[in-house]
């Protein structure tokens, strides 16, 4: 993977998180409050723990850079019903678009954007209609709630969002900034469900394989600025084979090495265990994926 299809490397990320800190400096200022919240909670890695590590991985030309908690993520078996508990919490990352971070000095929200709420993402809305290329993969995410017998929690707002097949994120990366497919938002119905057709992420170095997503507790939540809390922020881990299965395929070369150099183990998010985070994944190269996850909330 070339430095002119990725990030700008680390210099270029150490510049966005800083001009993260100053715009959450200036907030808390205007709201009076006197401390930033850990930096590491900005970045593509571990939970929310206010101890973080920085972790610089460099590969060939490509840099990645993630600075997480290790071994932090939060699984709460409070309220839980048969082997569902509370899904992991983990940090959004320093991409997540959902206007809690700038770029170049300009708030990056996605969730504002006309056309957001859709299921099909593999496509930019807007300023481009650009879509992205890709092993197709089809995401369906049930929301239960573990303290009322993983009763289904229809009328939430799941916003989706993962990397490229070459491991760029749409709105940040270099060369994809005027991009902002591979993001959307859905509301689940009344099984608590919601699907999203879009491509297989792929590996860039530093992190397993893995998609991002937000839960809100409505549609107007999700997408009033600024959004309303979040109900729940995690990841989804893919399975190894399957990962490797698309890797062999066109377009994803830069991603055999980078998952080569990863396991679970050593990923800085999912070290601690994937077992509320793992998806079921059915498919095929040839014929696309489905990933399912049932997401358990503490509601």
Known sequence: MHDDNHHHGLAHDLEVLGQMVAERRRALRWLGVGSLAPLGLLACGGGDSASTTSTSTATGSTTTTDTSSTGTSTTTTTGSCGNITTIASET??????????????????????????????????????????????????TLVNTNSSCAALSGYAVYLWHCTRDGLYSMYSSGVTGENYLRGVQVTDSNGSVTFTTIFPGCYSGRMPHIHFEVYASQTAATTTPAGDQVRTSQIALPRDVCSAVYATTGYSASVANLAAITFATDNVFSDGTSTEMATVTGSTSAGYAASLTVGISA
Do not use: C, E, F, K
């Not at 056309?115 to 650009?130: A, E, F, H, L, P």
């Open 92 to 141: 959004n990352g320093p991409y997540p678009a959902d206007g809690t971070n700038s770029l170049n000095g300009s708030t990056v929200n996605a969730l504002t954007l006309s056309g957001i709420v859709r299921s099909d993402i593999r496509s930019s809305i807007v300023s481009s209609t650009t879509t992205a290329a890709g092993v197709v993969l089809t995401v369906t995410l």
